[in-house]
């Protein structure tokens, strides 16, 4: 797997993180938006992968939902890494 591949993968686990944990303390998007600053279509975009998020949006989301950013990149990769040991490319 390209390290392109591997960011990529990883990218989306955040983001996936990100909105499991909005849903699982039961925020809308529009109530996200009002915590983080940005807007409900930022959000959806960002959470259906329609753009990629900047670091800042990732920022801006993990402390409206009071989550590190260690605690959410860890999940990420270890996600990230089982699917990698899933599809068999793990190295």
Same mark, same amino acid.
């Given at each position: 797997?390209?390290? @392109?591949?591997?960011?990529?993968?990883?990218?989306?686990?955040?983001?996936?993180? %990100?909105?499991?944990?909005? !849903?699982?303390?039961?925020?809308?998007?529009?109530?996200?938006?009002?915590?983080?600053?940005?807007?409900?279509?930022?959000?959806?975009?960002?959470?259906?992968?329609?753009? !990629?998020?900047?670091?800042? +949006?990732?920022?801006?989301?993990?402390?409206?939902? @009071?989550? &590190? %950013?260690? !605690?959410?990149?860890?999940?990420?990769?270890?996600? &990230? @890494?089982? &699917?990698? +040991?899933?599809?068999? +490319?793990? &190295?």
């Amino acid at each position: 797997m390209s390290i @392109d591949d591997e960011a990529r993968l990883l990218s989306r686990e955040v983001v996936h993180i %990100l909105k499991e944990e909005r !849903e699982r303390r039961g925020l809308s998007k529009y109530a996200l938006s009002g915590r983080c600053g940005l807007s409900q279509q930022a959000i959806g975009y960002t959470e259906r992968q329609i753009t !990629e998020p900047s670091l800042e +949006t990732i920022v801006r989301i993990a402390l409206a939902l @009071d989550m &590190s %950013l260690p !605690e959410v990149f860890m999940k990420a990769r270890r996600r &990230s @890494d089982i &699917s990698k +040991t899933d599809r068999g +490319t793990s &190295s």
